[in-house]
T-cell receptor, first 115, second 118 residues
């Protein structure tokens, strides 16, 4: 069955620290992978997505993610975080290769940045 | 502008009553839409897949008779929470997906609907 796992529930970092949030998915076929951010009291915002091609995906706000097929992983990274990156981060996958593909979300990782 | 529109944004209803939430696809015909609920500080949980012209497909543990989904047209799906109880209070979000072979799935989310049952 399709699933997405985020093992870091709460990450606390200081400003300027490097960030890596883990995401593992389970689906062997065609898969789209996404990272969303949700700032307090706001809606989901797409950071980046992977479908095909270069496994290193650049997103907005300085985020990037690397698709490693052999590890079923799609970890999110940022070299230097800012206080404004404090938010909830969700990894998601869509499988099946159509508009009817189910989109499943991971449990989310809360990121807290100390000023 | 919004590609997927949800209404109402906020609704308060009395326990035991039913409330309907609408999800409209504005820019494309969506044969499939999805309904999620999100509790505070938690992730989006897929409730059901809304299929145009046929029955919705519910995820395990979601009560079909409680959460009625109707997708009568290519641009409108509705979620009706029947006999609502306080534990149904949550943030409900719909989405529609556009797929292309070039870029895969592009997901459009509605603005969400806050339901409070008192």
């Amino acid at each position: 069955a399709q699933s997405v796992s985020q093992h870091n529930h709460h990450v606390i970092l200081s400003e300027a620290a490097s960030l890596e949030l883990g995401c593992n998915y389970s689906y062997g076929g065609t898969v789209n992978l996404f990272w969303y951010v949700q700032y307090p009291g706001q809606h989901l915002q797409l950071l980046l997505k992977y479908f095909s091609g270069d496994p290193l995906v650049k997103g907005i706000k300085g985020f990037e993610a690397e698709f490693i097929k052999s590890k079923f992983s799609f970890n999110l990274r940022k070299p230097s975080v800012q206080w404004s990156d404090t938010a909830e981060y969700f990894c998601a996958s869509a499988s099946g290769g159509s508009s009817a593909s189910k989109i499943i979300f991971g449990s989310g990782t809360r990121l807290s940045i100390r000023p | 502008g919004a590609v997927v529109s949800q209404h109402p944004s906020w609704v308060i209803c009395k326990s035991g009553t039913s409330v309907k939430i609408e999800c409209r696809s504005l820019d494309f015909q969506a044969t499939t839409m999805f309904w999620y609920r999100q509790f505070p500080k938690q992730s989006l949980m897929l409730m059901a897949t809304s299929n145009e012209g046929s029955k919705a497909t519910y995820e395990q543990g979601v009560e079909k008779d409680k959460f009625l989904i109707n997708h009568a047209s290519l641009t409108l799906s509705t979620l009706t929470v029947t006999s609502a109880h306080p534990e149904d209070s949550s943030f409900y979000i719909c989405s529609a997906s556009w797929y292309s072979t070039a870029s895969g799935n592009t997901i459009y989310f509605g603005e969400g609907s806050w339901l409070t049952v008192v």
